[in-house]
């Protein structure tokens, strides 16, 4: 049974940091293009960070780049999104993703979610 689970998400002062975690389980997770997205209240789920699974060349949105980190330890089926210099705007629930790819690098028609973790910039 696939299983990603987020933890690290709370409250934070504008210009703070946070550090969200996912730990995944049930599929092969080196094999896996890995994500974290986020929704905010009205607004629909945006993509914020990207990583491949080698662990390099990560792609990030416009908002949050210069300020987000995202990681992975392909030996702990983890992967880590350091949030510096939040602002307001960054407040949103903010959900790991995981793609399993083929042999030949492909993604999958599988996509699987966890649970989401609530990230709160305010004063």
């Known amino acids: 049974q696939v299983q990603l689970v987020e933890s690290g998400g709370g409250l934070v002062q504008p210009g703070g940091s946070l550090r969200l975690s996912c730990a995944a389980s049930?599929?092969?997770?080196?094999?896996?293009?890995m994500s974290w997205f986020r929704q905010a209240p009205g607004k629909e789920r945006e993509l914020v960070a990207q990583?491949?699974?080698?662990?390099?060349?990560?792609n990030y949105a416009d908002s949050v780049k210069g300020r987000f980190t995202i990681s992975r330890d392909n030996t702990k089926n983890t992967v880590t999104l350091q949030m510096s210099i939040l602002k307001p705007e960054d407040t949103a629930v903010y959900y790991c993703?995981?793609?399993?790819?083929?042999?030949?690098?492909?993604?999958?028609?599988?996509?699987?979610w966890g649970q989401g973790t609530q990230v709160t910039v305010s004063s």
């Open positions: 993703n995981a793609v399993p790819l083929t042999r030949l690098g492909r993604p999958t028609p599988y996509s699987y």
């Open positions: 990583i491949p699974t080698t662990g390099s060349n990560a």
């Open positions: 049930g599929f092969t997770f080196s094999s896996a293009s």
